[in-house]
């Protein structure tokens, strides 16, 4: 781009001049630009802005680019491509975040509770093994025909 | 005696990292001072001219067929080369980088051994069943 290298971005500003300069160049108020902390992550002088997707923007304010809701020479979020509106959403919701977060939980614990414990200590009616018909299903398991099968009998009289 | 006041609507809402404060619940929404309205007007003043360059340029009837936009250049720039410029190796980031590069390595390495010499104790003791047609070892 033929943009200079005093309107990109650089390293991260010291003295109020640069912070003002800085200001001027992301076309933000002096009072509003606040750089990341100095960590050395690699930020510069990037401005920090506050993480709200693009869904909480107004939706019927004539943006410039009204799938994006942002208007030209806008200052974009680092992140700006997470909080398009095809993906992370951070609207605020009916219900606070704790009191979902707790009923999601403890829901959650106490099925799978219930379910281990089931499983260590499983109770049923009580049964006694599978009786099959003609005489244990002899000629049905390969028996030979031939041959009188061994009387099976289930039943007492 | 004196209790402590009831908790604000936006205390008992507790915004967190995933979500933001609707602004019903924010009390910066509902106050009028002369301070804010300045902010307002300058933020204003500085989107009307922002607006006014770039109406211009998709109006004129010269204009080169792309519009850039400076501020997308800049958000480009800043997350691909401004990067290494400015990185600085403290504490927290070689720690940070140690973890991430080096921690993935040795889990694998630790996982894929284990399971490696647990599969050949168990096929030396013959408990492993191995079909005559498997083509994996």
Do not use: C
């Not at chain 1, 630009?33 to 930020?43: A, I, M, N, W």
């Not at chain 1, 993480?51 to 700006?80: C, I, L, T, V």
Request: proline share 12%; hydrophobic share 35%; aromatic share 14%.
């Amino acid at each position: 781009s033929e943009m200079s290298k005093d309107m990109l971005p650089g390293p991260y500003p010291r003295t109020p001049e640069e912070r003002a300069a800085a200001a001027k160049k992301y076309n933000m108020r002096v009072e509003d630009y606040q750089p990341y902390p100095d960590d050395g992550l690699g930020y510069g002088d990037y401005p920090m802005l506050p993480n709200k997707s693009q869904y909480e923007r107004d939706p019927w304010y004539q943006w410039d680019q009204p799938d994006m809701r942002h208007n030209w020479g806008e200052p974009m979020h680092w992140d700006f491509d997470m909080y398009i509106r095809n993906r992370v959403d951070t609207s605020p919701t009916v219900v606070p975040w704790h009191t979902m977060s707790k009923h999601f939980l403890l829901f959650l614990s106490i099925m799978l509770i219930m379910f281990g414990l089931g499983e260590i200590y499983p109770s049923y009616r009580p049964v006694g093994p599978k009786q099959y018909p003609f005489n244990d299903l002899y000629l049905e398991r390969g028996g030979d025909p031939n041959k009188k099968p061994p009387a099976v009998i289930h039943y007492e009289i | 005696m004196a209790w402590a006041p009831p908790p604000s609507a936006a205390q008992l809402y507790r915004p967190n990292r995933f979500v933001s404060l609707p602004p019903e619940l924010d009390p910066a929404t509902y106050d009028t001072s002369p301070e804010k309205l300045r902010a307002e007007a300058e933020r204003l003043a500085i989107r009307s001219r922002l607006k006014r360059q770039y109406l211009l340029q998709l109006n004129d009837p010269n204009a080169p067929a792309v519009i850039e936009n400076p501020a997308l250049i800049r958000w480009a720039y800043a997350k691909s080369q401004n990067v290494y410029p400015t990185f600085r190796p403290t504490p927290k980031t070689s720690f940070l980088g140690a973890v991430y590069g080096l921690g993935p390595l040795l889990f694998w390495i630790f996982v894929l051994k284990a399971d490696r010499d647990r599969k050949k104790k168990r096929i030396q003791e013959g408990k492993l069943k191995r079909s005559p047609l498997s083509v994996f070892f």
